[in-house]
């Protein structure tokens, strides 16, 4: 069985007002990808 990492939502989500948000950067480099692919999903 393989173990899956524990992610602290804090450290790639902020709060604005009454939303969370992120961006591509942190998206990128929670998931272990490359900016520019991340931006290519968009």
Same mark, same amino acid.
């Given at each position: 069985?393989?173990?899956?990492?524990?992610?602290?939502?804090? $450290?790639?989500?902020?709060?604005?007002?009454?939303?969370?948000?992120? $961006?591509?950067?942190?998206?990128?480099?929670?998931?272990?990808?490359?900016? $520019? $692919?991340?931006?290519?999903?968009?």
């Amino acid at each position: 069985m393989s173990e899956f990492p524990v992610l602290n939502f804090l $450290d790639f989500i902020s709060v604005n007002d009454d939303q969370l948000i992120t $961006d591509s950067l942190k998206v990128a480099a929670v998931h272990g990808k490359r900016h $520019d $692919d991340v931006l290519k999903l968009v």
